[in-house]
């Protein structure tokens, strides 16, 4: 049974956008910190960016200035605004606790960036 539940990904051309979702149970929620992580082709799982339960963002540096990581109370709702899309950004993205723990892995929703 997997905790988290991605959604939003597609394939978009290059400097595109997408909203990735990441539906939340209530008990995580509140206490704690919540990341996207993402797994490029023959890549490690990376860590992309987290958000803190006060709504403190870290953004890490390849995606810095392209990525807005934020979340909604009232629905229990990661989520992660990505502009500017490269082919560089093709990856499963997947949502976990921070530090991540692997037995909370999700699906993951699927990105491609291609034109």
């Known amino acids: 049974q997997a905790y988290f539940v991605e959604s939003g990904g597609g394939s978009v051309q290059p400097g595109g956008s997408l909203r990735l979702s990441c539906a939340v149970p209530e008990n995580f929620f509140s206490v704690a910190v919540m990341a996207w992580y993402r797994e490029a082709p023959g890549k490690q799982r990376e860590f992309v960016a987290r958000?803190?339960?006060?709504?403190?963002?870290l953004i890490t540096l390849p995606v810095k200035g392209r990525v807005k990581i934020s979340k909604d109370n009232a629905q229990n709702m990661v989520y992660l605004q990505m502009y500017d899309l490269t082919p560089e950004d093709t990856a499963v993205y997947y949502c976990?606790?921070?530090?991540?723990?692997?037995?909370?892995w999700g699906r993951g929703t699927q990105v491609t960036v291609s034109s």
């Open positions: 976990n606790v921070y530090p991540r723990v692997d037995a909370y």
């Open positions: 958000i803190a339960p006060n709504g403190n963002p």
